[in-house]
């Protein structure tokens, strides 16, 4: 898709404050990948529909190359956005595709999908985020969905300010995201601000939301957010959007989205809303049946 202007403005009047600043747990996944969680299990209800968000970065393949070897998932969708670096993924609904600079890959796991996720490089950057976003209990045991989007075939616009939006999700300035779901009505854009510019979107109020700083530096209202930093931002009523100015050349995820409010059971890869139901997945995973 080629690069357009935006093609509305978003009007905010009351732009929401930030709550709370959030710096991530270093951790290792999958067979010893480096990562930042930024979105940790005791914040999944407060970013409800979201349940997890792995920041992970390196020049060094020590901290990417065994990748993540075959896993099974049930329950929820993974969505990567690759910035540098190539990954293969391979999955029991027999899909494939490899996932680089500025792709993304959108998996819907559903009642069950096992894959793997193997870097195919031995050198250079790899940087990129995974983000879980949970699919309510009516949706859980539905059948998997995949698909790969290259950086070519996402939307995207500037603005009169150049600031320049990846549209992965929802839509933002007129322009529709390359995913769109009706249960959680999730927004992702990847927002690249030039020193001293500014970017309004609205959000509805219920919606919860929340900034992640990957590059520079900007303020949301009378707070800075430091790189590096999730920016939870608050739920007040009258709030009706986000308006984030960069103080220096800025790149950030701004992800939000409508709460689920239903009970969340999780055990590692599996995100269901009761015990029961994840004793399930477990023994359907033991026993051969999760991605049959
Ligand atoms: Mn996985």
């Given at each position: ?81 690759m ?75 500037t ?6 939006v ?51 530096a ?48 999780q055990?590692?890869p ?23």
């Amino acid at each position: 898709m080629t690069k357009q202007t935006a093609l509305r403005t978003e009007q905010v009047e009351q732009p929401r404050r930030v709550e709370r600043l959030v710096a991530g747990k270093p951790t290792s996944d999958g067979a010893g990948v480096k990562l930042t969680r930024v979105l940790t299990q005791p914040l999944q209800r407060r970013l409800d529909p979201f349940l997890m968000l792995d920041a992970f970065g390196s020049d060094r393949p020590d901290d990417y190359i065994a990748g993540f070897p075959d896993h099974p998932h049930r329950g929820f969708e993974t969505i990567t956005y690759m910035i540098a670096g190539r990954m293969l993924h391979r999955d029991s609904a027999g899909h494939e595709g490899l996932l680089e600079n500025g792709g993304v890959q959108w998996m819907t796991a559903g009642r069950g999908v096992i894959h793997s996720e193997i870097p195919q490089q031995e050198e250079g950057v790899m940087e990129g985020f995974q983000l879980w976003l949970n699919l309510p209990g009516r949706d859980k045991m539905c059948a998997p969905w995949y698909r790969d989007f290259a950086s070519a075939e996402l939307p995207r616009f500037t603005t009169a300010a150049g600031v320049d939006v990846t549209v992965i999700a929802g839509e933002s300035h007129g322009v529709a995201g390359a995913v769109t779901r009706e249960a959680t009505a999730p927004l992702y854009l990847d927002i690249h601000l030039p020193a001293g510019s500014r970017f309004a979107q609205a959000l509805p109020a219920a919606h919860n939301a929340f900034v992640y700083l990957y590059r520079g530096a900007l303020k949301l209202g009378d707070d800075a957010v430091p790189v590096q930093r999730m920016a939870i931002l608050a739920n007040d009523a009258q709030a009706d959007g986000v308006v984030i100015e960069a103080t220096e050349d800025a790149k950030l995820l701004l992800i939000a989205g409508r709460p689920l409010n239903e009970p969340i059971a999780q055990y590692g890869p599996f995100v269901m809303n009761t015990e029961q139901e994840i004793y399930q997945a477990l023994s359907d995973f033991r026993e051969g049946r999760l991605a049959a």
